[in-house]
């Protein structure tokens, strides 16, 4: 079975350009996230979408960063524009449904380097 | 200015002794307990969880142990093999389930050969 696939692996942006990550989550899993992921630190939730809505948004910085689910499978999160600060990896991962603990699976991320 | 991250706590170990990972979690509301694994280029990858109804839970050389009174919360690997060098981190859910975990710092292992 095929993990979460995310693109691009790699992005090397200018400051004040736009970004856009892209992710296939595991088939049949109906939650989806997107998290931060600093150095050295712990994955920190952007937002989770249950099917294509999304239901926990509270921790995404909506002046630049929005993210679309369309169809309820592939994900699409956006940046614009970049700042500095926004150097990290950005982790998707997926879960069969989010009622009740099951286990999320991560993809391999994107590593975003803003110069 | 200095990134706290940058400062992972760290722990060595001889391949084939046992290793404790602490973790010390902030949400007494909290009743779902995970540790991934990351290992350098990838994503976290589950490893173990725990209700907060137990206090010990044991996989495949893994022991998860919960003390809820301290909240504090540990990960046992057996008999430690060169893959198990990475990072770990413990997450916390909140009371209905793994919507949003929440992670600790991690804890960087690396096992000598």
């Known amino acids: 079975e095929a993990g979460v696939v995310q693109s691009p692996r790699y992005k090397i942006i200018e400051k004040k350009q736009p970004v856009a990550f892209w992710c296939n989550p595991i088939s049949g899993h109906n939650t989806l996230y997107w998290y931060l992921q600093n150095l050295g630190q712990g994955p920190e939730l952007l937002i989770r979408y249950e099917n294509e809505e999304a239901v926990d948004d509270s921790q995404l910085p909506k002046d630049r960063f929005s993210a679309e689910r369309l169809k309820g499978v592939d994900s699409t999160l956006k940046i614009q524009p970049a700042e500095l600060g926004d150097s990290a990896v950005y982790l998707c991962?997926?879960?069969?449904?989010?009622?009740?603990?099951?286990?999320?699976?991560f993809g391999p991320g994107t590593r975003l380097t803003v110069l | 200015g200095e990134s706290v991250g940058l400062h992972l706590p760290t722990l060595s170990v001889q391949e084939g002794d046992n290793s404790i990972i602490n973790c010390a979690y902030s949400n007494s509301a909290s009743d779902y307990f995970i540790w991934y694994k990351q290992e350098s280029g990838k994503g976290p990858q589950f490893i173990i969880d725990i209700r907060s109804n137990m206090d010990k839970r044991q996989g495949q050389r893994v022991t998860v142990l919960l003390n809820k009174t301290v909240k504090h919360l540990s990960l046992q690997i057996a008999a430690t093999q060169p893959g198990d060098s990475a990072v770990y981190f413990c997450a916390e859910s909140s009371p209905f389930g793994n919507e949003k975990l929440t992670f600790g710092t991690g804890t960087r292992l690396t096992i000598i050969p």
């Open positions: 991962a997926s879960s069969l449904h989010s009622g009740g603990p099951n286990e999320q699976f």
